[in-house]
């Protein structure tokens, strides 16, 4: 399944006043913090990560692995940060369009 671009639309105004709450550093993606990051989808549904200055790594790649690794969707890619979207099992929180 992929998201339609009315979806997209819809998590983007839903993700826009919440705040990052993972950070990719130096050290890039790492096997903990995709456990961690899918962990926090599945309680939130929809999260913000930000890149930050020093990340070896390009953003694209980092959106990629982390969505890779979590099976989330990529909502958005703006400045250094991601914002991805993943349903819940258990917290279903977000009803798409």
């Known amino acids: 399944m992929k998201l339609t671009g009315k979806q997209k639309r819809f998590l983007r105004a839903e993700a826009h006043h919440l705040n ?4 990719v ?9 995709i456990i961690q990051i899918s962990q926090a989808l599945e309680k939130r549904e929809l999260i913000k990560v930000s890149v930050l200055q020093n990340c070896m790594e390009d953003k694209d790649d980092v959106a990629e692995a982390i969505a ?11 400045g250094n940060t991601i914002v991805l979207y993943k349903e819940s099992e258990e917290n279903k929180k977000i009803t798409l369009p």
Do not use: L, W
């Open 20 to 23: 990052p709450i993972f950070q």
């Open 68 to 78: 890779e690794g979590t099976g989330a969707y990529i909502v958005q890619i703006i």
């Open 25 to 33: 550093g130096k050290d890039g993606v790492n096997d903990n913090m």
